[in-house]
């Protein structure tokens, strides 16, 4: 769901997580959209221990049945970012005013706490898992109580390495749930995004479902 270029971790990616962009409009146009079957996990990398991960159960999120081929949810608008990778995002759900080249967002208008992001760049020359916990150690190191649920290598079944990442951490006082999914396919590395408060990740579960499962290309 693009990460290291040039033995470097990947900014844009490491923005997604990082970085909070201002909110703005952005119109879209509803295409059809691939069906995209959430894997099984076949390696799980131990996760960080703590009161706050003891509190939340990462299984909770798994995806319900895949959506149908072609279907775009109702409510939900297909739109096309970096690189080429295609989402589903809540309709009323606006473009962020100001983006990176390789990350766009949508922000939910009712709540500065809940946005998605989604981009990608070429693949590095190294694992999809390896690039990822780069990552993880870039971001861990900006502090902000930032601890791991879980990160787990899986395999789609057409065959793409898939990488999924849920971790805590805290923002303007604030403490945030996120995950964030990394796929590779056709010479490029994908990744989508979602964070809220703790206290609102259930509530996002529907819309973190959509996106996971219509994210592409596969």
């Given at each position: 769901?693009?990460?290291?270029?040039?033995?470097?971790?990947?900014?844009?990616?490491?923005?997604?997580?990082?970085?909070?962009?201002?909110?703005?409009?952005?119109?879209?146009?509803?295409?059809?959209?691939?069906?995209?079957?959430?894997?099984?996990?076949?390696?799980?990398?131990?996760?960080?221990?703590?009161?706050?991960?003891?509190?939340?159960?990462?299984?909770?999120?798994?995806?319900?049945?895949?959506?149908s081929?072609?279907?775009?949810?109702?409510?939900?608008?297909?739109?096309?970012?970096?690189?080429?990778?295609?989402?589903?995002?809540?309709?009323?759900?606006p473009?962020?005013?100001e983006?990176?080249?390789?990350?766009?967002?949508?922000?939910?208008?009712?709540?500065?706490?809940?946005?998605?992001r989604?981009?990608?760049?070429?693949?590095?020359?190294?694992?999809?898992?390896?690039?990822?916990?780069?990552?993880?150690?870039?971001?861990?190191?900006?502090?902000?109580?930032?601890?791991r649920?879980?990160?787990?290598?899986?395999?789609?079944?057409?065959?793409?390495?898939?990488?999924?990442?849920?971790?805590?951490?805290?923002?303007?006082?604030?403490?945030?749930h996120?995950?964030?999914?990394?796929?590779?396919?056709?010479?490029?590395?994908?990744?989508?995004?979602?964070?809220?408060?703790?206290?609102?990740?259930?509530?996002?579960?529907?819309?973190?479902?959509?996106?996971?499962?219509?994210?592409?290309?596969?």
């Amino acid at each position: 769901m693009a990460l290291i270029a040039g033995g470097a971790v990947f900014a844009a990616v490491v923005a997604l997580v990082a970085v909070h962009l201002a909110g703005g409009k952005h119109v879209t146009t509803p295409v059809a959209v691939p069906t995209v079957t959430v894997p099984q996990p076949i390696q799980q990398v131990p996760a960080v221990t703590g009161s706050a991960a003891a509190t939340i159960d990462p299984s909770t999120t798994t995806a319900a049945a895949p959506l149908s081929s072609g279907v775009v949810p109702p409510g939900y608008t297909r739109v096309t970012g970096p690189v080429g990778i295609q989402v589903s995002v809540p309709s009323d759900w606006p473009t962020a005013d100001e983006s990176l080249a390789s990350v766009d967002e949508v922000d939910d208008p009712d709540d500065q706490n809940t946005y998605l992001r989604y981009g990608g760049s070429a693949s590095p020359s190294m694992p999809l898992m390896d690039a990822v916990l780069q990552i993880e150690d870039s971001t861990a190191a900006l502090g902000n109580d930032y601890q791991r649920l879980s990160l787990t290598d899986v395999t789609s079944p057409t065959g793409d390495d898939t990488v999924e990442w849920q971790f805590l951490f805290t923002k303007n006082g604030v403490q945030r749930h996120a995950v964030d999914w990394f796929w590779r396919a056709a010479g490029n590395d994908y990744a989508v995004y979602a964070t809220t408060s703790t206290a609102d990740w259930q509530q996002l579960q529907p819309t973190i479902q959509v996106l996971e499962q219509t994210a592409g290309p596969v």
